[in-house]
């Protein structure tokens, strides 16, 4: 399974991919890991790790669709079986959605439909729910819709915090995601 990968930040969930086919129990090949801003750790993880990577920065085009049009391409341009939104954190336009049906996974750090958006995690804190956790889903052009693949459960403890509940729940999403990719490549 040919892979790419986006990320906006400090790419945890990405390293576990990485450590997990470096360690040989994930049979995927990552093509390529891409970004949209410079300076990601995520980009430079990947690096490290030797693997290409493309930085497609929002900020340097003048409209929304030539930012579209550039990533799609750049995407594109690696024949991927699946991408990956491992915490990217931008919508992808309907044309990029067309351009990899059902082939465009995201992981989500809440119970989805629960708390979707770019505060999954403090949203669900602030509502006050006792169990939250994480989803890999499919990705349609909405914010974290599309149909779910695989859920894990993480308890919220009386005295979490944003960070601690997240560093949690990530322990958890890394786990999910690898389960879900190994299960693509079956
Ligand atoms: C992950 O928890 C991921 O689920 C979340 O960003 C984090 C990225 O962490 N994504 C979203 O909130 C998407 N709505 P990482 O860069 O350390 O892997």
């Given at each position: 399974?040919?892979?790419?990968?986006?990320?906006?930040?400090?790419?945890?969930?990405?390293?576990?991919?990485?450590?997990?086919v470096s360690a040989g129990t994930l049979e995927v090949q990552i093509a390529a890991v891409g970004a949209d801003r410079p300076?990601?750790?995520?980009?430079?993880?990947?690096?490290?790790?030797?693997?290409?990577?493309?930085?497609?920065?929002?900020k340097d085009y003048a409209t929304r669709s030539d930012w579209d049009e550039a990533l799609l391409a750049a995407v594109a341009a690696y024949q991927p079986d699946y991408?990956?939104?491992?915490?990217?954190?931008?919508?992808?336009?309907a044309g990029f959605i067309e351009a990899f049906p059902g082939r465009y996974l995201n992981t989500h750090p809440a119970l989805l439909p629960s708390f979707p958006g770019?505060?999954?995690?403090?949203?669900?804190?602030?509502?006050?729910?006792?169990?939250t956790g994480c989803?890999?889903?499919?990705?349609?052009?909405?914010?974290?819709?599309?149909?779910?693949?695989?859920?894990?459960?993480?308890?919220?403890?009386?005295?979490?915090?944003e960070?601690?509940?997240?560093?949690?729940?990530?322990?958890?999403?890394r786990e999910l995601l690898i389960r879900v990719l190994g299960e693509l490549t079956a």
């Open positions: 399974m040919r892979l790419v990968v986006l990320v906006s930040g400090s790419g945890s969930n990405l390293q576990a991919v990485l450590d997990a300076g990601t750790g995520g980009v430079a993880r990947s690096a490290d790790a030797g693997i290409e990577t493309f930085v497609v920065n929002f991408v990956l939104s491992s915490g990217f954190m931008r919508i992808v336009a770019a505060h999954g995690v403090r949203d669900a804190l602030a509502y006050g729910v006792k169990v989803t890999v889903h499919i990705a349609d052009a909405g914010v974290d819709t599309g149909p779910i693949l695989a859920q894990t459960a993480v308890a919220v403890r009386g005295d979490d915090t960070e601690s509940l997240h560093e949690r729940i990530k322990v958890a999403e």
